[in-house]
């Protein structure tokens, strides 16, 4: 009875604490995250969030998807399993995007204050501001939690900021623009992204050189997300209005492939397995689902008006 | 190929990183404060006009990104031409008569001269080096209206440089900053002086050096700069700034030249004189 009563216990809080397998996207216009089952790619559930969400994460422990509500500067904080606001925090001016630390902290970027903002989501708390360029926009953090890269994209210039000291140790001036960088698994290299000159570059952290750099031919190509894969061989590049997703070599930026997905592709989120990625498609307000086995997209699904960010539970 | 630099922003080595930027930044133009490095950009006008607030907030902005680099740029408003010229500034910024800007950017050889106020098509066919013009031109803001009035005829639009309502493009955040801080919008002389300051700055950033005709050749060849517009913006050899503009109808703004379905949107050259042997 007792054994039966514990085994009941552990498969409880097994299941209580696995993840849903839920993709949250953060619908720009239409104020709501969409939920997405991607066991069976449907819309399960529209959630009400607040004035324009953008940037979308997920906690370590998969317990928490964060939003940030630029239109009411703060986080909104959804239990992914029950699908509701469980509770929102003051998150300085306009939050656009942020990445979540392996110890649970948030790293924001406040466009309108040109300033990254590091906060602790259990208690609301500021823990650091960090002054950066004009319109700061992309937030990455490497693997190794030793440093955070926030891009400023009207000062052209990625900032490497080290935690947990909360300096900045190096400025590195890129293409017009930068909208989005991503590190490699060894923290060792970033990858970022300049929307109006349409180039990639690949940056070795420790020196701050460009070790390899290309411009999407594409005139349209106004790159903004970027993902490495979880072989580190390839990246993923999102086109903007080029409407395709551009899958690189991570070694010498050489084009692979450019997948054809919706309008104004913008932002990714790739499966703990490697297997799946999700780009939004603003303008088609949909959201593309890619087999990056076959780099061929495998489903469409449509979501709220123009989908900015997107995250997945899993 | 744009050189990527990398400024270490860290505290200490205060010495090596001065003889570092003596060596970089081996020019004239440069005042010696020890550190950070001083940049001195003229400024030819009187102060309190559109062109000159532009300009300021064109300062703030390359401050911004000169505190992560170690580099201070300063403003000098210059009383006259003369003055100008023995300011010894990286640029001049002129916002004077067209007669004036051809006469200053003559005797000033090879620093670059920046019109931020003078729509005549007569200083563009000049096709004078080192003049050039943030603000477009007449034939640009013409060939907009011809553009647009073939897909809207009767149209009573008009075309200009920049509008406050402008919001594409982190525009709406330039139009913010720059009413915050100057108290009025932003018209098409405070764009231009912005602009110029702004892609300016980044220039030598880019560079990593101040010296005029260094900075006028990579002006020239290497911008990169999107003015709040959402494009790659250029200089023409006639000294013009490539830019889209804006088609303003009863105060809203209802198009963009170049005009699509017309000509090719990324066509910036259907606008005004694109070349000066044409």
Redesign the interface.
């Known amino acids: 009875m007792r054994i039966t009563a514990l085994f009941t216990l552990i498969l409880l809080s097994t299941n209580l604490f696995a993840a849903t397998g839920r993709v949250f996207v953060s619908n720009e216009h239409a104020d709501s995250v969409s939920v997405i089952d991607s066991a069976t790619n449907q819309v399960i559930e529209t959630i009400p969030v607040g004035k324009r969400p953008r940037g979308v994460g997920v906690s370590p422990d998969g317990k928490e998807v964060y939003v940030a509500i630029s239109g009411d500067n703060a986080i909104a904080v959804i239990d992914p399993v029950t699908m509701k606001v469980v509770r929102s925090f003051a998150s300085g001016d306009d939050p656009e995007a942020f990445a979540v630390h392996t110890n649970g902290n948030l790293y924001i970027s406040n ?2 204050d ?1 300033k990254a903002s590091v906060f602790d989501p259990a208690s609301g708390a500021l823990i650091a501001e960090i002054e950066v ?3 700061p926009e992309g937030v990455a953090l490497s693997p190794d939690g030793k440093r955070a890269i926030v891009t400023s ?5 990625l ?1 490497v900021i080290l935690i947990p000291e909360h ?11 930068p909208r989005a960088a991503t590190f490699s698994a060894d923290s060792k290299i970033a990858y970022a992204t300049s929307e ?2 349409g180039e990639v ?1 690949k940056i070795d952290i420790a ?4 070790l390899a750099k290309t411009s999407l031919g594409d ?1 349209k190509a106004k790159p903004k997300d970027v993902l490495v894969s979880r072989d580190g061989q390839r990246l993923f590049v999102a086109g903007g209005r080029a409407n395709q997703i551009f899958v690189l070599d991570a070694h010498d930026l050489q084009l692979i492939k450019a997948i054809a997905v919706g309008k104004r592709v913008w932002g990714l989120a790739l499966s703990r397995d490697g297997k799946r990625l999700y780009s939004t498609d603003g303008v088609d307000h949909q959201i593309s689902v890619i087999d990056t086995e076959t780099n061929t997209v495998v489903a469409t699904i449509a979501v709220g008006k123009f989908p900015w960010g997107v995250a997945i539970d899993d | 190929m744009t050189p990527t630099l990398k400024f270490s922003s860290s505290p200490g080595c205060s010495v090596l990183r001065t003889l570092a930027l003596v060596v970089m930044f081996m020019v004239p133009v440069v005042g010696w404060a020890a550190d950070p490095l001083s940049v001195r950009i003229t400024y030819l006008g009187e102060r309190d006009t559109d062109s000159w607030h532009g300009a300021m907030q064109g300062l703030d902005e390359a401050n911004a990104q000169g505190k992560f680099l170690r580099l201070r740029y300063e403003l000098v408003n210059a009383n006259d031409q003369a003055d100008a010229l023995a300011l010894n500034g990286v640029a001049i910024i002129a916002d004077v008569s067209p007669l004036r800007l051809l006469r200053v950017s003559e005797l000033a050889f090879d620093t670059p001269v920046f019109n931020v106020s003078a729509a005549d098509d007569d200083l563009r066919e000049a096709c004078q080096p080192n003049l050039l013009h943030t603000l477009p031109s007449l034939a640009m803001l013409d060939d907009a209206l011809q553009q647009w009035r073939r897909k809207r005829p009767g149209s009573e639009a008009i075309a200009q440089a920049w509008h406050p309502r402008f919001r594409k493009y982190a525009a709406a955040q330039l139009n913010k900053r720059y009413t915050k801080r100057v108290g009025r919008s932003m018209s098409d002389a405070a764009w231009a002086g912005w602009a110029a300051v702004k892609l300016l700055a980044d220039t030598i950033a880019r560079l990593g050096v101040a010296e005029s005709s260094t900075v006028l050749e990579a002006l020239h060849t290497d911008l990169a700069f999107d003015g709040q517009k959402g494009v790659d913006l250029s200089f023409r050899n006639t000294g013009q700034l490539r830019q889209p503009l804006l088609l303003i109808e009863d105060g809203k703004i209802v198009g963009e030249a170049p005009v699509a379905g017309i000509v090719a949107a990324s066509n910036l050259d259907s606008l005004g004189l694109a070349d000066c042997r044409k």
């Open positions: 466009e309108e040109a360029g004009i319109e994209e009207s000062t052209n210039m900032h300096t900045i140790e190096t400025n590195i001036l890129v293409g017009a623009r109006i000159s570059k020196s701050g050189k460009v005139d």
